[in-house]
């Protein structure tokens, strides 16, 4: 976790070095698999510019007996954030989407935590677990979020 906010920290300087660059808008980011917690720990590095993150069946969200859990570090999350659980992957972790939401709700962090009718890999086009229907409301949800998230 620290690694990965050291790295959206730089990140994040880096682009706001950048000719074009308008630093007055938030920046969105979005994860699949493993990478889910990369944007919760990214959010959490750099909240005065990370204003959108999302991942989608993203696995390792609840990790209690780490104090990086990225349920954990939402107390320092300014963005909105966009949750989407595999089905197959609720199944095995039921609690952890309610965790999520809880640990959401009490850092006050807009926070959308669903399960998706589609297994671990349903947004990925050349996934076997591809699910275009699935696949068509996370984007549509992933577009909503960066739509009301812009500053």
Known sequence: AET????????????????????AKGIGTQGYCMGGPFTVWSAAAVPSRIKAA?????????????????????????????????????????????????????AEVAAKVEVYAGDHGWMVSDSPAYNAEAAAR??????????????
């Open 4 to 23: 990965i906010m050291r790295d959206a920290t730089a990140i994040v300087d880096w682009l706001d070095r950048q000719e074009g660059v308008d630093q």
């Open 54 to 106: 999302a991942s989608f069946h993203g696995g390792g969200l609840v990790r209690p007996d780490n104090p990086m859990s990225p349920h954990k570090v939402l107390g320092k999350v300014d963005a909105s954030l966009l949750i989407a659980v595999a089905r197959d992957d609720d199944a095995k972790a039921p609690a952890d989407k309610t965790t999520f939401a809880d640990a959401a709700k009490a």
């Open 138 to 151: 996370g984007e549509a949800d992933l577009k909503a979020l960066y739509a009301s998230a812009r500053a």
